[in-house]
């Protein structure tokens, strides 16, 4: 007798309730001040020491190690703070075994690098429990004004530097939490309890800015009148177009955008009414893939399989991210595109993908061996896009590259008197510590021009 498949399955409350809080839990706790000294005491406190280069916002990383060392964790928080004001949030989704750890000489002694980023954490978590505000002392009113929109890491970066400076701030986001990605977009499993919004609070705890949500670039700002009405603007408004994957049956009901689900997911109260497939398909490799990919298994989903167009060394997610997402119960399958959704009824069925290769030259070829992957859900994970409408006309005076904005060293844009950082930028790494150095370099920069 052959076994009649179900159709498409997809439904909330797949796992017992107690169970969705045990899946969800911190990716890691917080280490315990014993824990903390312990690990601080294996740091060399190198001179020039490399951790530090491979930082990109380039916090004095053996400084502040030597103060957790010493018991002064508030000064090893103040250390942080002062080169990445998001230094908690960066503890918990950097990946730090690609930057700084990977920098480690621990790793040519013993293959086991400092633990940089949960020392990281644990400073500036202490100094956040136990401090009302952020470590500075904002300057002296200046009487310059300057409107930073969006309100995700770079913007926050930029506003609360400038803010130190005594510049006053206007702070412009669509949605209706402060945050970007930090408070829609990442794993739920690596901010908890409500981190990203209360880093947010902390951040403004300095002062001199004022925040406005609801408001979109292209339709309630224009970002030729905030020129004329600011002494300076920043752009910090990341890449709100998603990608599609151009195939038959993208249409069709169950295949999602996966940032779009994610931020669903961050902003519920309760998991278990996140309706999940009981066969997931991610279609991409970087990050974003394998945060949606373990937060469906973790949602109850039986089946997730990661689909990537190249091999896994060519993965944007790193070595460690890709371990994550097996050690959940993730397949990740390599070297196969997608080609078309299969649906009855509007509703997906199944994903065909086809097999691919790189030829001589190292271009990625299709072999025309196709195959196909019952769904219940697709999730699209294959990069978003900067949406050039919202800049209302002024694409003209400013410069894109590959539907990025150019920017110079000091996140200058080539319209006059803006600057841009973050995702939204040409060249840059789509990291949130990288976000944060624009914003801390742009203000500075922006400093710089309005004290002229």
């Known amino acids: 007798?052959?076994?009649?498949?179900?159709?498409?399955?997809?439904?909330?409350?797949?796992?017992?309730?107690?169970?969705y809080a045990q899946n969800f839990c911190d990716l890691h706790p917080r280490l315990d001040p014993h824990e903390a000294r312990v690990e601080s005491d294996r740091c060399y406190f190198c001179y020039d020491a490399p951790c530090v280069n491979a930082c990109p916002t380039s916090i004095d990383i053996p400084l502040f190690i030597r103060q957790i060392s010493t018991g002064n964790d508030t000064g090893a928080a103040r250390t942080i703070f002062a080169q990445n004001i998001l230094g908690g949030m960066c503890a918990r989704v950097c990946p730090t075994e690609t930057l700084c750890e990977q920098a480690c000489v621990r790793n040519e002694a013993e293959a086991k690098p400092v633990k940089i980023g949960e020392l990281q954490r644990f400073a500036t978590d202490h100094y956040m429990e136990t401090h009302a505000t952020t470590p500075f002392t904002?300057?002296?009113?200046?009487?310059?004004?300057?409107?930073?929109?969006?309100?995700?890491?770079?913007?926050?970066?930029?506003?609360?530097?400038?803010?130190?400076?005594?510049?006053?701030?206007?702070?412009?986001?669509?949605?209706?939490?402060?945050?970007?990605?930090?408070?829609?977009?990442?794993?739920?499993?690596?901010?908890?309890?409500?981190?990203?919004?209360?880093?947010?609070?902390?951040?403004?705890?300095?002062?001199g800015i004022t925040v406005e949500h609801g408001k979109v670039l292209g339709e309630d700002l224009s970002l030729s009148a905030l020129t004329k009405d600011f002494d300076a603007v920043f752009l910090g408004i990341g890449l709100a177009g998603v990608n599609g994957l151009s195939v038959p049956g993208e249409e069709l009901e169950g295949v999602v955008d996966a940032v779009a689900y994610i931020a669903e997911l961050r902003q519920a109260k309760d998991l278990s009414t996140l309706p999940v497939g009981r066969r997931v398909v991610v279609i991409g490799g970087g990050m974003t893939a394998v945060d949606i990919a373990v937060q469906s298994k973790l949602l109850g989903a039986e089946e997730v399989t990661i689909a990537y167009r190249r091999g896994k060394e060519h993965m944007n997610a790193s070595p460690y991210e890709q371990d994550l997402a097996q050690t959940n119960g993730v397949r990740i399958l390599h070297w196969a595109a997608p080609r078309a959704m299969h649906g009855e009824n509007g509703k997906l069925t199944g994903i065909e993908l086809e097999r691919t290769r790189l030829d001589n030259a190292g271009k990625l070829v299709m072999t025309g061996e196709t195959f196909r992957l019952e769904a219940d859900m697709v999730?699209?994970?294959?990069?978003?896009?900067?949406?050039?409408?919202?800049?209302?006309?002024?694409?003209?005076?400013?410069?894109?590259?590959?539907?990025?904005?150019?920017?110079?060293?000091?996140?200058?844009?080539?319209?006059?008197?803006?600057?841009?950082?973050?995702?939204?930028?040409?060249?840059g790494e789509d990291l949130t510590v990288a976000a944060v150095e624009d914003g801390k370099v742009a203000a500075e920069a922006i400093h710089q021009a309005l004290s002229a």
């Open 1 to 19: 007798m052959t076994e009649t498949r179900p159709g498409p399955d997809i439904a909330p409350a797949r796992l017992p309730a107690d169970q």
């Open 138 to 207: 904002r300057a002296a009113e200046t009487g310059k004004r300057v409107a930073v929109v969006g309100a995700g890491p770079a913007g926050l970066s930029c506003a609360h530097r400038l803010a130190v400076h005594g510049h006053a701030v206007t702070l412009y986001d669509a949605r209706p939490k402060a945050g970007g990605l930090n408070e829609y977009g990442i794993a739920a499993y690596k901010s908890v309890d409500d981190f990203a919004a209360r880093e947010v609070d902390f951040i403004l705890s300095i002062g």
């Open 379 to 427: 999730f699209k994970a294959v990069g978003q896009k900067l949406n050039p409408s919202g800049l209302n006309g002024s694409a003209a005076a400013l410069t894109l590259d590959k539907g990025r904005i150019v920017t110079d060293a000091t996140r200058a844009t080539t319209m006059a008197r803006v600057w841009a950082g973050g995702d939204c930028i040409a060249g």
